[in-house]
């Protein structure tokens, strides 16, 4: 689907879409025979499978496991190979840094060398989410002419790095070796226009590891992830939504962002306390995009039965959700997590479309096995939000 | 599948393909719970459906309610993003107007306005075919210098408006507001090539303006759907096919000429009647495209029930077909029109299709549920006709 066509077709309408984002739902079978999914006791979510078309989803393309990056704007909507979002606009979205087009931002890690400047930790220990504010205003003391320099503090050992100025290129290689033992690289500049920024943030490392000299464990630094904002077309652009996100982890938030969502406050950590905040701007959005992380924690830590449990407590808030009573619901996942594995994987994704327009399959049970049978069969992705916006009535006839 | 590769493994054969095309079949569920496709008593497709293979196609893409152009365009084979077709083309073609390269044809409406020019009824009261042909004659008198002017008798209120002559363009807006207590709109050219068709255009419907001043309710005309004949390679050159149209309304009789299909006269409008034509040219042609348009119109007017009465009324002649022994007989939709949305939607299309070459799903019944279960899957339309060429033994292997 391309966004001109999409573009040519969206009319307005005064329909509320939620999309549940269960972070990593998908999984693989356990012991049991049964995936986390089909563990987990969902009476809520079997029923409204019952009344939905289901279907399994790949985020990116068939056998190929997301990041969360891609794995999100697969199910946003967006061609995930043709968009690219790189970590470090990530993390800085997720702090609410407000990115400029002459920035270039990076994840940043305290991290601990030995005297001989070999890594000997790449995460400095995970130091307090204090100590690294601490070290952050250390670092914003270096200055180098020609460019402004920010460092955020995002939590524990992790920091953001921004390079603002003209001429920054983002074609740059990372100085995290992704092991120990050995020292971290120089960044290098893969084009022409980024050797600026190659020569910034290299004299920023150096300045860097004076300043921390003292500070062991977080004698260092680790720079990956160098990105600038890439240029999508927001929802309200291309979908014609008011879209909101509620989601707690920042870069989620930070995805979000760049679609032009407004990111909404939660006040604490549930889903239930995410559900508050739906029902307090119900009326003001088009478009939520809740967002759960948990059940993808619970699979990279191959924990099984924890995985279970996140999906049976979303399971249990359900009728506050129903309650409000929502044009289109869809729940799906932007990828699998099977604890099996332990980390993303590339299975696809089960997915559930509610509306008072869908053909139900009558299969009154939410599981990857269920989805499988159902009548959206497998898609990519990112043809679900055409298919979303037709059901809340948000699109007219193509062609005569 | 792009043609390139289609053409490379065409080969003649003897064989003969009627494919079935029953205008917005696919449904949604009544108040029974099933769809009108699956209330109707039609024992005749259900014993094909369980020797045949089903599936669900996308006339266009996943959410996207087609017109009657791209949704025949893909059932027909044809990326219906790749080629367009403009309204005024069909309904030209579709009374059997012979457009050359030089032409720009448009829809027109007679319509009603007040003393101040602003629009009281856009289809003039739907006048009788007869008012519309003595109007017609009036517009005929027009002469505009360099260019040669057509004007043809659609039905009622319709009429096809044609100018033919060098340097007409296409890129026009159109002079209906598509609401009523406004003034028409002027004709814009979107491009430089397209100025003289508009300047063209403007004087026309100025001068038809004069000669309809006391013809009230037809006091005026509205002009849409500008468009030039699109070079869409034919049946004969893609699949290798002497196709031929089964069709008794004149969009349809349209889109089939327009794929260098050959339009057969039908002696009546029931589907008894297109089947009459079926067997009397049964020898003369490789494809046969039938329509039947009465399950779109029942499902535009809301009437779940007349939907049902008219697939019943299909299924019921369904013997005369096969006792012809078709290769191939493929049953379909060019989209789906639910009596419960009273317009084309979203919803992919049911699809069955027979030969002595399938691997028969065994599902005894042609629904759209049962269709999401079937082994074609979920597929985009335009990646059935190959299948049905195949089935019919006119594809040889690709590659050594």
Redesign the interface.
């Known amino acids: ?2 966004f001109h ?1 999409l573009k040519n ?1 969206v009319v307005p309408a005064q329909t509320r879409i939620v999309m549940l984002v269960l972070d990593g739902l998908g999984g693989l079978p356990g012991p049991n025979g049964k995936t986390e999914l089909e563990t987990a006791h969902t009476p809520h979510l079997d029923a409204l499978a019952a009344r939905s078309e289901l279907g399994l989803l790949d985020p990116v393309a068939p056998g190929i496991a997301p990041g969360s990056g891609p794995g999100h704007l697969g199910i946003f909507g967006y061609a995930p190979l043709q968009y690219e979002i790189g970590r470090g606009v990530l993390e800085a979205l997720g702090i609410d840094f407000e990115l400029t087009a002459k920035d270039v931002a990076a994840r940043g890690n305290f991290a601990s060398v030995d005297a001989a400047g070999l890594l000997t930790d790449r995460r400095a220990g995970r130091i307090s989410t204090e100590t690294n504010r601490e070290l952050v205003q250390l670092l914003r003391t270096i200055k180098i002419p020609g460019v402004e320099i920010f460092v955020e503090t995002v939590k524990e050992h992790r920091f953001v790095f921004v390079m603002r100025g003209a001429g920054l290129g983002d074609a740059l290689t990372e100085t995290d070796p992704q092991r120990i033992g050995v020292p971290p690289l120089p960044v290098k500049a893969l084009d022409a226009k980024s050797r600026k920024a190659a020569r910034v943030a290299n004299q920023f490392v150096a300045q860097a590891r004076q300043l921390l000299a003292d500070k062991h464990p977080a004698n260092m630094i680790l720079l990956r992830g160098f990105a600038k904002h890439p240029a999508i077309p927001s929802y309200a652009e291309v979908f014609g939504l008011r879209a909101a996100a509620i989601a707690v982890y920042p870069m989620y938030r930070g995805i979000a962002k760049l679609l032009g969502m407004q990111t909404l406050p939660v006040d604490g950590e549930t889903f239930a306390d995410e559900l508050t905040t739906l029902e307090k701007y119900w009326n003001d959005f088009d478009f939520f995009y809740l967002h759960v992380k948990k059940t993808d924690s619970a699979g990279e830590d191959g924990d099984f039965a924890r995985k279970v449990q996140v999906i049976e407590q979303v399971d249990a808030q359900m009728p506050r959700l129903l309650a409000l009573k929502p044009d289109v619901i869809v729940v799906t996942a932007d990828h699998s997590t099977p604890s099996l594995l332990k980390s993303h994987s590339w299975h696809p994704v089960p997915v559930l479309l509610h509306s008072p ?6 299969i009154a049970e939410f599981g990857e096995r269920a989805c499988a ?7 990519r992705a990112q ?8 059901n809340a009535q948000r ?6």
Chains 1, 2 share one sequence.
């Open positions: 689907m391309d066509l077709v327009f869908v053909r139900a399959d009558g049978r159902g009548s959206l069969g497998r898609m043809e679900l939000m055409p298919m979303v916006l037709a699109l007219t006839k193509f062609g005569a």
